[in-house]
């Protein structure tokens, strides 16, 4: 399996925040989630990524080709949603189209019809009337117009209703069924990517905590819920997080074995995505 996407030792200072050498990469085929609490450095990873600011130091290829030198092309390939939207809030969504078309060598308008009328959108109107789920319908509709072998997504769902979310995630799914090579997709609503997600990357204050397979990740850990007064030194040290109530404790750890040994009967459940991430994060100990 070939990556799509490498990034080697990214370093990049954006105001008092910092990403510190960012390191991974993604392979083709796959649905990616890219996952960190706000703040954490998903977006200025993401903008700098595609040239938006400027990096300080590191590499970064797509399909195999340096982005300093191939950016123009390698941007041809991508198919962009941003959070903000960048567009011209006067005019109809038709102009919209055709200002960003012309810079692509693919532009299908038989595909951006088509995703206009999945979405519901009338290309007659104007973009400072469209809701935030609007916009980003359109967003989509534009990046999966020009046979985009990749398609990068800044918090694409953040603030939708379910019904919206919904739609957006079948529409990926569908996009990855008819030969898109990867999707991107950075966001802080974890239970999007219990759904269809294939591999996560994790960011924490500008530095990469992990990146691995999510099915990988949902056997590694464990969520356990006991008696606090069985939490001896040596069982804390087994778990990343432990919260404490007057009713127990409730703790994520890598190590259930070792934990089932000092305390047999303990309560133990499969976590969620949100639950390794806010793990990782480190918590009351």
Request: aromatic share 8%; hydrophobic share 35%.
């Amino acid at each position: 399996m070939n990556d799509i996407l490498t990034v080697n030792g990214l370093n990049k200072s954006y105001g008092n925040f910092s990403l510190k050498d960012v390191t991974f990469s993604l392979p083709e085929g796959c649905i990616t989630g890219f996952i960190g609490v706000n703040g954490a450095g998903k977006t200025t990873t993401l903008r700098t990524l595609l040239g938006l600011t400027s990096k300080m130091s590191g590499h970064i290829s797509f399909f195999g080709l340096d982005m300093d030198k191939n950016e123009r092309q390698i941007k041809d390939r991508i198919g962009i949603v941003l959070d903000d939207g960048c567009f011209y809030d006067e005019l109809s969504l038709a102009e919209m189209k055709s200002v960003i078309s012309s810079a692509y060598t693919s532009w299908s308008e038989q595909d951006f019809r088509r995703y206009m009328d999945v979405f519901s959108l009338d290309p007659r109107q104007k973009i400072n009337t469209l809701s935030k789920g609007m916009k980003m319908k359109y967003a989509l509709a534009l990046a999966l117009s020009h046979n985009a072998e990749l398609l990068i997504m800044d918090e694409p769902t953040s603030g939708l209703d379910p019904l919206i979310r919904s739609q957006l995630l079948k529409t990926l799914i569908e996009y990855m069924k008819n030969g898109g090579k990867g999707v991107f997709f950075s966001t802080h609503i974890t239970s999007d990517l219990d759904k269809i997600a294939d591999m996560l990357i994790m960011i924490d204050n500008g530095r990469i905590v992990f990146q691995e397979e999510k099915d990988t990740l949902l056997d590694t850990y464990r969520i356990v819920k006991g008696d606090s007064r069985s939490l001896s030194t040596d069982v804390r040290k087994l778990f990343l997080s432990i919260s404490e109530t007057d009713f127990g404790f409730t703790g994520i750890t890598k190590q259930i074995s070792e934990v089932r040994s000092y305390i047999p009967d303990v309560m133990v459940e499969r976590p969620t995505i949100e639950d390794i991430m806010l793990g990782n994060i480190g918590g009351e100990k």
